[in-house]
């Protein structure tokens, strides 16, 4: 797992705790199983540019926003 895969495995979940959003619920706003979500959390697959999406409205971001938390 290269450092950049960590760095934005830990963002993404810091963004979930931040929000108080559990995977479980996350993976009912994604309309997919909580398997799935884990594994898309976990860099283990990729985010989808819909599901991005569905994660700014989740944190209340900008695709922008989200991007550059994750990526900086």
């Known amino acids: 797992m290269t450092v950049t895969k960590v760095k934005n ?5 810091a963004l979930l705790a931040e929000h108080n959003i559990s995977q479980v619920e996350l993976a009912k706003l994604m309309n997919m199983s909580v ?9 283990v ?21 989200l991007i550059q938390y994750i990526e900086y």
């Open 9 to 13: 495995k830990r963002r993404i979940k």
């Open 35 to 43: 398997v799935t979500v884990n594994a898309k959390v976990n860099n």
């Open 45 to 65: 697959d990729k985010f989808k540019l819909s599901e991005l999406y569905t994660l700014c409205n989740a944190f209340n971001m900008s695709i922008v926003e």
